[in-house]
């Protein structure tokens, strides 16, 4: 039985009134253009560009996002252009697999996101990139992490214990601010560029 179809290649996938989906039926895929249409009667999942050699795929019915390879975008100043913005406020949850970076305000304000899994490739979480992710319950960073931007984690009230590894060289201002219930952070000796406010308005932190 098929249970998911793409409809990359078509020029226009709403016009779809002679055909009909079994109860077995689980997915369509769509490309961005059509984030938010029905498509007889199925709210489709979407895929698209977000960076260089870098995609994405979001599943509407698990609010789950993938991105996949290469560099994410490093140029969204703020939220209203981040290419998933529509679902920042629904997303649950995240695999990051092959991509070297977070971008700039990926994730910012994803109040719903709960977990996130990274693969050992990512070198950088740049400034703000999950600021204000009040649902995140932890936060595994990979040991290939180098660089941690200003903002980074910024008001993540939930996790308690954050563990840095060795290859982080830089910490940004107020990276991890304003996290009430953070009470442990280990940081290796090899970060060489930080700041006194890192952990800014952390008042937990022992």
């Known amino acids: 039985n098929v249970s998911k179809v793409s409809f990359e290649g078509l020029i226009e996938p709403r016009i779809c ?32 560009i977000c960076g260089e050699g870098c995609s994405f795929k979001y599943y509407h019915d698990e609010a789950y996002l993938e991105i996949i390879g290469g560099i994410m975008n490093k140029t ?20 990051i697999t092959g991509t070297q970076n977070v971008g700039q305000n990926a994730f910012k304000g994803a109040v719903n996101l709960i977990d996130i899994k990274i693969d050992p490739t990512l ?40 563990i840095i590894k060795n290859q982080v060289k830089s910490i940004g201002s107020g990276a991890f601010g304003n996290m009430n219930k953070l009470q442990s952070v ?13 952990f800014a308005g952390s008042n937990q932190l022992k």
């Open 76 to 95: 969204w100043e703020t939220t209203d252009i981040v290419v998933w913005k529509e679902h920042i406020l629904l997303m649950k949850k995240v695999t």
């Open 186 to 198: 280990s940081i290796p000796i090899t970060v060489t560029s930080t700041n006194t406010d890192i």
């Open 17 to 48: 009134s002679d055909i009909s989906f079994d109860n077995d039926f689980e997915e369509v895929m769509v490309p961005e253009k059509y984030n938010g249409t029905d498509f007889c009667g199925k709210k489709p999942s979407y895929m698209g």
């Open 123 to 162: 070198k950088e979480i740049e400034n703000n990139a999950f600021e204000g992710c009040t649902g995140l319950q932890s936060i595994d960073l990979p040991a290939s992490l180098e660089t941690i931007g200003e903002k980074a984690f910024t008001g993540v009230n939930i996790i308690e214990t954050i």
